[in-house]
């Protein structure tokens, strides 16, 4: 688990298991939006649009320059895995590097597993940006339902909880 990025809860940072402070709230925001992407493209120009929802700054391109190139320094020695192409950017995490995609993964075989992935609200820090806000009301439902297959599945096995 090289680099690994956590949205179930407030977003964390890890570089080889160890947690990496990101501060400043576009700079989150941008680190989410990529690892959300899950390895797709994301345009510059869509990254403008989640970033300032209600009118960029005339300088919002180079600001989302900006962001990223200290997001680079954040991933350390994996900095090569977050790349520019065509006019937007793309994160590499490889598997294991996404909670979000490990709880999803895991769903369908052990809810409670998958419930323990949580560590608070996911996306909660990024409901100013449409995008990411939509993704949040779709983990809160799977958390729901994680919830519920948990319970079924103690009650199944005779257990309560």
């Given at each position: 688990m090289a680099l690994r990025v956590e949205l179930l809860g407030p977003l964390r940072l890890l570089v080889d298991g160890v947690p990496v402070d990101v501060p400043g709230s576009r700079r989150r925001a941008v680190l989410a939006i990529l690892a959300m992407a899950q390895g797709r493209e994301v345009s510059r120009?869509?990254?403008v649009d989640e970033l300032w929802p209600d009118g960029p700054p005339q300088d919002a391109a180079q600001a989302v320059q900006s962001h990223v190139s200290r997001l680079r320094r954040h991933?350390?020695?994996y900095a090569d895995r977050l790349r520019h192409r065509d006019g937007g950017y793309v994160l590499e995490l490889g598997d294991g590097g996404l909670d979000v995609t490990d709880a999803r993964r895991l769903a369908?075989?052990?809810?409670a597993g998958a419930l323990g992935l949580w560590r608070g609200d996911a996306l909660a820090e990024f409901v100013d940006c449409p995008g990411l806000a939509v993704e949040k009301v779709a983990l809160d439902e799977l958390r729901l339902r994680l919830r519920d297959d948990a319970t079924e599945a103690a009650v199944t096995a005779g257990t309560s909880r």
């Open positions: 120009t869509a990254l991933l350390g020695p369908d075989l052990d809810a």
